[in-house]
């Protein structure tokens, strides 16, 4: 073997070897001499050949033995190995090592003490290194003595390869004898009265269930017991002061650093219970206010420390709970709260490389996996274990989990796991980030086996591993279902349509015997159909479970496929574009509106595949509505083509409301551009009617004034189109004669859009002209001239405020704007008596038209500060005020109000007030449509329908009772406003 500079410790050796900075490290190992020559082999196979020998250098210098170092070294190559590797790896043990050079002989011994029964030596060895200490002296040994057992641990993961289930065994077993030193400790500073209580240390978590990590928290729970003939009360203090110190003891910072954080968080009550339980507290707190999640957490629970035997008591009490946890009312809305409480708390920047909580990590395998126990553990007790991968190999043996899914899912989560523990070992750091530097990937990546490109490897294997995770995340839960249920050749591993049934259920499925029909119709079968539906349907059941009605959504899905199947672009669009799978999933599950418009136009689903998704304007529709009346051989085929394109909008609207989402003003908007191009094509198809008809052409313009919400450009899904209708004959034309065929033409058009059609009906509602129902259906101008001069009450130049032409000729809908506009902005504002009228109005409103039984602390539109009470507010001051500040006179509500704060007329806070209640009664209204397909003035009572429009509005899993709050909160509020500004108050 060549010596010297231009031998074997050449730059240029090196630099091929897999040193960064040869240069420095041929100056190194020239330093240290011959005896380290023969290392160099091995420094190039570890993570990192530069750190591995500038500690090899520090430790030679600080040993005192050092020429015996290099001499085993050169002569013991599994000595090497195992040194090198853990110091090439490990900054914080490397530093270790040169703070306690004596420990690297532990790792001399090929063993590295796996010969004994590694857990109670390992405890035993951590209570001998502090009996008899002084406190003080007994933290820092602690610590000494910990790190010594983790070098020889860390050294058999990285020189001997061990499988990451065993070393994170070992290091739970690590814990737990450190749990039970650190109680030795504490119960020594605490004295003989220690005595007076029995103590057990219950492990969670990880630690728990035997898989810690190099460094984590370690969450436990206390439970103790007086000791005999000791009053309760005073165990109790004894034990929190035990539980206490305990936690001190592991987690203080000393001279030798801290060991890791001790969390009892997990506890009933969590931070704001007591420290200390005794067994019954447990049990009483457990059968009665424990939520879901904490029997998902107790899972994992193992006794480790303390009393063992009071321990054990404590597991066999609470293990019969855990069991029969996805019986309890609330199980799947806690399940899928505890999922979307993971993802929030991704700080932003670190989602796509988080190795624990981002998609495709660590949480996704555990959850799933868990999730499963706690359905089949129930009634299977061989899915119980508290391990990951045990649980995963006994759910695939089971048969709840395919064989090879189950196989991909244990290669993904060790593979996971194993890249944790290497970006932790380096500064034993609690961290779940993959770090973005070179020079960390580099050295992640060599100690994962990629010497040659060890940063491209790495990733690659990471997208890998990470897309497996979640794709079998999405799927593993649900493809035993299809397997039960469709007869799948080749799949070994299915459940039975028992246990189909009880997971459908509980994943929220109400029917679930249904639910498993509609799979079985959909799955079953050798087509290409079937294939691609049961590769669709593992991620629509997990995004149907995830949505308010589960059951809605798999049904809509299959009667639009029954519809659609055989189409060859509906399941490949599905298949290929997973967004516009979400969506519809999102929208069937959510919206029977929306739903019913699907069943009615299932090629709607193209339209979930645009990727703003958002609606079209009027001139858009109108053109579109025009070309294809134009084509059709009679009014009613007209008219249907025109309401064919109107249910097509309303899709659209209604599915980029619940997808996308956007505001409840985009919404108004939307739908009254919508109605607009429909009453101006239903107009044109009506007028050519009515002139074949009387064979005569019409010699009158008409026009259409939209009024109330929709005149505000305010529609909601249930609004009616409520109209006006003007006409003016032309000068020469037979007056008569043009007044019926006026008269002819609105009745045609209402006519036409009340046909029985698959669409939703345009209610074109008049009465809010002149003389109500009783009043002729359409006037000349000069009529609306002479009625208002004569007749007209304030209630009418209220209405007015929102009058809007919209449909017909444009030049007599200004006309009619002009004649209007005196009446409904009056120069000298409201007349005391007027105001009076208006108020005296407003209370009959409120005392008559209120429905029997309707709530009105929930009614959106006559509830206390409600629509009504907003609009009316607002619509006193136009009238008030109007007649002098221009910018008042307009037809929408929140340009007015803004109007009205301009010239300081109401305060800003009182303007914030109104708009916030408007804003979220116009949202709820309609929410509620949206949800239960029809028009709805109230909250749903039916606690799903509830629950579902709770999601439209933007809130969690059982978070009802929180938007229910929130909109008495913002309603009440207004109301006070109103109050005050409306009624003088």
């Not at 074997?8 to 001499?33: D, K, P, Q, W, Y």
């Not at 857990?119 to 001998?128: E, G």
């Not at 060859?568 to 290929?576: E, N, S």
């Not at 009450?793 to 209220?798: K, T």
Request: proline fraction near 5%; hydrophobic fraction near 40%; glycine fraction near 8%.
């Amino acid at each position: 073997m060549a010596r010297g500079p231009g031998g074997i410790v050449s730059a240029g050796n090196l630099a091929r070897v897999g040193f960064e900075n040869s240069e420095l490290a041929a100056e190194r190992l020239t330093a240290l001499g011959p005896p380290a020559w023969p290392v160099v082999s091995i420094l190039g196979q570890t993570a990192d050949p530069d750190l591995a020998l500038d500690v090899l250098t520090r430790l030679h210098e600080a040993a005192p033995d050092a020429g015996t170092l290099l001499e085993v070294l050169e002569e013991d190559e599994g000595t090497a190995m195992r040194l090198l590797s853990v110091i090439g790896m490990s900054q914080a043990l490397g530093d270790h090592l040169v703070r306690h050079p004596e420990h690297w002989h532990e790792l001399r011994d090929p063993t590295l003490g796996s010969t004994r029964p590694a857990a109670y030596a390992v405890r035993a060895d951590l209570i001998a290194a502090v009996d008899g200490l002084p406190y003080a002296e007994a933290l820092n040994a602690l610590r000494v003595e910990y790190r010594r057992v983790l070098l020889r641990l860390s050294s058999r993961d990285l020189a001997h390869h061990v499988g990451v289930d065993d070393i994170a065994a070992e290091l739970s077993d690590l814990a737990a004898g450190t749990l039970d030193a650190a109680l030795a400790i504490a119960c020594a500073k605490v004295g003989p009265e220690a005595g007076q209580c029995r103590l057990a240390v219950i492990a969670m978590g990880k630690c728990g269930g035997h898989e810690l990590n190099y460094v984590s928290d370690v969450d436990v729970i206390f439970v103790a017991e007086p000791a005999e003939g000791v009053e309760e009360a005073a165990a109790l203090r004894v034990a929190t002061q035990l539980a206490s110190m305990l936690i001190q003891v592991c987690g203080d910072q000393t001279a030798e650093g801290t060991i890791w954080p001790v969390d009892a968080n997990l506890r009933p009550e969590g931070k704001n219970g007591p420290l200390v339980r005794t067994l019954a507290s447990h049990r009483g707190y457990y059968e009665r206010w424990a939520k879901t999640w904490e029997f998902q957490a107790l899972l994992k629970a193992r006794p480790v420390a303390g009393d063992l035997e009071l321990g054990r008591a404590y597991v066999e009490t609470i293990a019969p709970m855990v069991w029969q946890a996805s019986e309890r009312d609330g199980f799947v809305e806690d399940v899928q709260a505890m999922r979307r409480r993971v993802l929030d708390h991704i700080p932003a920047n670190e989602a796509g490389r988080q190795l624990k909580l981002g998609s495709g990590g660590l949480r996704d395998v555990e959850f799933a996996v868990q999730l499963m126990q706690l359905v089949h553990g129930r009634t299977d007790s061989s899915v119980r274990s508290p391990t990951t991968l045990s649980a995963l190999s006994e759910l695939k043996n089971g048969g709840y989990v395919g064989r090879e899914d189950g196989q991909s899912l244990h290669d993904a989560y060790a593979f996971l796991r194993t890249f944790e523990h290497r970006i932790q070992l380096y500064q034993l750091r609690r961290t779940h980030v993959v770090p973005e530097d070179e020079t960390s990937l580099r050295r992640l990546g060599r100690s994962l086996g990629h010497l040659k490109n060890p940063v491209s490897e790495l990733e690659k294997d990471w997208r890998h591993h990470r897309r497996e995770a979640r794709r079998l995340h999405e799927k593993l839960f649900y493809r035993p279902l299809l397997a039960a249920v469709a007869r799948i050749p080749g799949d070994e591993a299915r459940l039975t349509t028992d246990a189909a049934i009880e997971r459908m259920a509980a994943l929220g499925y109400l029917d679930p015997e249904a639910a498993i029909r509609h799979l079985e119709a959909l799955t079953s079968g050798v087509t290409r159909t079937a294939a691609i539906q049961r590769t669709l349907l593992p991620v629509l059941l997990e995004w149907f479970a995830d949505a308010p009605d589960p059951d809605a959504g798999l049904f809509g899905f299959r009667r639009i496929s029954d519809a659609l199947g055989s189409t060859p672009w509906y399941l490949t669009l599905l298949r290929d574009e997973g967004e516009t799978a979400q969506r519809l999933a999102q929208v069937l599950a959510t919206s029977r509106y929306a739903t019913d418009l699907l069943e009615r136009e299932p090629e709607g689903v193209k339209i979930l595949a645009d990727e703003e998704l958002r609606p079209l304007g009027r001139d858009t529709i109108q053109t579109e509505m025009l070309a294809n009346a134009s084509r059709r051989g009679d009014a009613e085929e007209a008219i249907r083509s025109i309401r064919g394109i109107r249910r097509r909008e309303l899709l659209r609207i209604s599915a980029a409301d619940l997808c996308v989402p956007f505001g409840v003003a985009e919404v108004g908007y939307a739908l009254t551009d919508l109605t607009d191009a429909t009453l101006e094509a239903a107009l044109a198809v009506a007028i050519e009617s009515v002139e074949k008809q009387r064979g005569t052409r019409l010699a009158t313009k008409i026009g259409i004034i939209a009024m109330g919400r929709y005149g505000g450009y305010e529609m909601g899904y249930g609004s009616d189109a409520d109209v006006m209708f003007v006409h003016d004959p032309e000068p020469d034309s037979d007056h008569e004669l043009a007044g019926k065929m006026a008269i002819a033409v609105v009745n045609e058009l209402r006519r036409l859009l009340a046909l029985p059609a698959t669409d939703p009906p345009l209610e074109v509602d008049a009465d809010l002209r002149p003389e109500g129902k009783n009043g002729p259906l359409i006037r000349t101008l000069d009529s609306f001239a002479a009625y208002y001069a004569k007749w007209s009450a304030v209630w009418e130049a209220q209405a007015l405020l929102r009058a809007e032409p919209v449909a017909g000729d444009r030049e007599l809908l200004g006309r009619f704007t002009d004649l209007i506009n005196p009446l409904r902005f009056p120069e000298s504002g409201l007349s005391e008596r007027d105001l009076v009228e208006i108020r005296r109005i407003k209370a009959r409103v409120d005392d008559e038209r209120m429905p029997r039984g309707a709530d009105p602390a929930t009614h959106f539109k006559l509830g206390r500060g409600g629509l009504a009470d907003v609009e009316w507010t607002i619509q006193l001051l136009q009238l008030q005020h109007a007649g002098r500040i221009a910018e008042l006179r307009t037809p929408k509500t929140f340009d007015a109000l803004d109007a009205a704060v301009a010239h300081e007329l109401v305060e800003p806070a009182d303007a914030e007030a109104l708009k916030a209640a408007w804003t979220l009664a116009s949202r709820a209204r309609n929410a509620a449509v949206l949800v239960r397909g029809k028009a709805s003035d109230q909250l749903p009572n039916d606690p799903r329908e509830r629950a579902a429009v709770a999601k439209v509005l933007g809130y969690g899993p059982g978070e009802t009772t929180a938007m229910v709050n929130d909109y008495q909160r913002t309603t009440r509020r207004a109301y006070g406003v109103v109050d005050r500004l409306f009624w003088g108050g």
